[in-house]
């Protein structure tokens, strides 16, 4: 149980275009979702945490204009990479809380964004 | 604020024998959890082992074991019996209990050598 799945996988976009990371829980419901973003080598940097139905919490330094989360039902969280610059390539990892007060998060696959 | 600090970027150990990761961490609360994430080159984070601090006994799960020593706030993690699929970024990570967001360390790149 407790599968996160992300689309997708790897994308290449042209600079100045926006692109679109899916994050889904396949066999719960996750009311909280997480965003980060993970550069060559290093650790995990926390993007946002996503709520159901309310907005998005960025980390201090994050661009809220240009990393666009929706959290609009319970098992979906998208993650609009807007006009994309090539400093934005990197590796993007969705996580998923179970339920609250279980504090153990289940992270996707990751998607790796490249911008040309 | 909570950190949590791998102080050993890199290590190695021969197929079949036991290493230990060392992970130390800072926090306020009294109770807490803390987890061991493996990556591996597919870059899938996964949940290794995770420890509840109310509970004195350390926690284990096959040939993964921790030594969680509270009052030093150190929570290492041992693999026994070192197989090739070992092989993987260690993360040691303590969330909030507020936010539940998670303070993950820098890493331990773990190599196992046949």
């Known amino acids: 149980g407790a599968v996160v799945s992300q689309h997708p996988s790897r994308v290449i976009c042209k600079s100045g275009t926006s692109v679109k990371i899916e994050c889904r829980s396949l066999d719960f419901q996750a009311t909280t979702m997480f965003w980060y973003r993970q550069f060559p080598k290093q650790s995990l940097m926390l993007m946002a945490t996503?709520?159901?139905?309310?907005?998005?919490?960025?980390e201090q330094g994050v661009e809220k204009d240009k990393f666009l989360i929706n959290h609009a039902s319970l098992t979906l969280s998208t993650l609009t990479v807007t006009s994309a610059h090539p400093e934005d390539s990197s590796f993007y990892i969705c996580?998923?809380?179970?339920?609250?007060?279980?504090?153990?998060?289940?992270f996707g696959p990751g998607t790796r964004l490249t911008v040309t | 604020a909570q950190t949590v600090t791998q102080s050993q970027p890199e290590m190695s150990v021969q197929e079949a024998e036991t290493v230990t990761l060392s992970c130390t961490y800072d926090t306020s609360e009294s109770d807490y959890y803390l987890f061991w994430y493996k990556q591996p080159p597919s870059r899938q984070m996964i949940l290794v082992i995770r420890?509840?601090?109310?509970?004195?006994q350390n926690a284990t799960e096959n040939r993964f074991s921790v030594n969680f020593q509270k009052a030093a706030k150190s929570f290492s993690l041992k693999i026994s019996d070192s197989q090739l699929g070992d092989a993987a970024m260690y993360f040691c990570?303590?969330?909030?209990?507020?936010?539940?967001?998670?303070?993950f360390g820098t890493g331990t790149r773990l190599t196992i050598i046949p």
């Open positions: 996503s709520n159901e139905g309310s907005k998005a919490t960025y």
């Open positions: 990570a303590l969330p909030n209990f507020g936010n539940e967001k998670l303070t």
């Open positions: 996580s998923a809380r179970v339920a609250r007060g279980n504090y153990e998060q289940y």
């Open positions: 420890q509840e601090a109310y509970k004195q």
